[in-house]
Antibody, heavy 123, light 110 residues
Framework: QIQLQQSGPGLVKPSQTLSLTCVISGDSVSSNSAAWNWIRQSPSRGLEWLGRTYYRSRWYDDYPLSVKSRVKINPDTSKNQISLHLSSVTPDDTAVYYC?????????????WGRGTLVTVSS | QSVLTQPPSASGTPGQRVTISCSGGSFNIGSNLVHWYQQFPGTAPKLLIYSNYQRPSGVPDRFSGSKSGTSASLAISGLQSQDEADYFCAAWDDSLNGVLFGGGTKLTVL
């Protein structure tokens, strides 16, 4: 069964780095036909795409301009997982964070989602 | 703020047909594919329609999507109580270099 299992702290202090992991079961992080994404959702910001990593003979990553200076998504082939690192967090980064798969090869849609991790930024 | 505009709410009675609109611009809907997601409270979004009108396996044909110019629509026919959920449109935006989501429409089945 293909699934994405998320883990990480639910509480992060302001100015610190938010780190989450997403273990992939039933597919490969190194698949040549998939891209692995992080998306977050909050009442104030709605759904927001945070970026992706994917393998096409070498590793690539893409990030939206809105968070590019603060976000990094890393693949870990030994554990078949991806991780999200969001630096210098503020209370505005409080959200439910999802990892998601995109197998559309340029269509930019997400057919498999993790269950989500609520992360609160507070001192 | 989202640049894909959806009505915040929609409603219908069982058996009715309802449509949810998604309005964008030339850099997103006007030049890229539109996708729709369904989300129930406390759960992750689920892909409902992809590439403007395609349905993933398992999605009933009561759900359909269309696109015209810089707008897209999701139609649900034969409305059922279990369709009560939030619905989001999404598309790539060439100017922002990222995926955009609509603000979501909460569908109530009366």
């Amino acid at each position: 069964q293909i699934q994405l299992q998320q883990s990480g702290p639910g509480l992060v202090k302001p100015s610190q780095t938010l780190s989450l992991t997403c273990v992939i079961s039933g597919d490969s992080v190194s698949s040549n036909s998939a891209a692995w994404n992080w998306i977050r959702q909050s009442p104030s910001r709605g759904l927001e795409w945070l970026g992706r990593t994917y393998y096409r003979s070498r590793w690539y990553d893409d990030y939206p301009l809105s968070v590019k200076s603060r976000v990094k998504i890393n693949p870990d082939t030994s554990k078949n997982q991806i991780s999200l690192h969001l630096s210098s967090v503020t209370p505005d980064d409080t959200a439910v964070y999802y990892c998601a798969r995109d197998r559309s090869r340029g269509g930019w849609y997400f057919d498999l989602w993790g269950r989500g991790t609520l992360v609160t930024v507070s001192s | 703020q989202s640049v894909l505009t959806q009505p915040p709410s929609a409603s219908g009675t069982p058996g009715q047909r309802v449509t949810i609109s998604c309005s964008g611009g030339s850099f997103n809907i006007g030049s890229n594919l539109v996708h729709w997601y369904q989300q129930f409270p406390g759960t992750a979004p689920k892909l409902l329609i992809y590439s403007n009108y395609q349905r993933p396996s398992g999605v009933p044909d009561r759900f359909s999507g269309s696109k015209s110019g810089t707008s897209a629509s999701l139609a649900i026919s034969g409305l059922q109580s279990q369709d009560e959920a939030d619905y989001f449109c999404a598309a790539w935006d060439d100017s922002l270099n990222g995926v955009l989501f609509g603000g979501g429409t909460k569908l109530t089945v009366l």
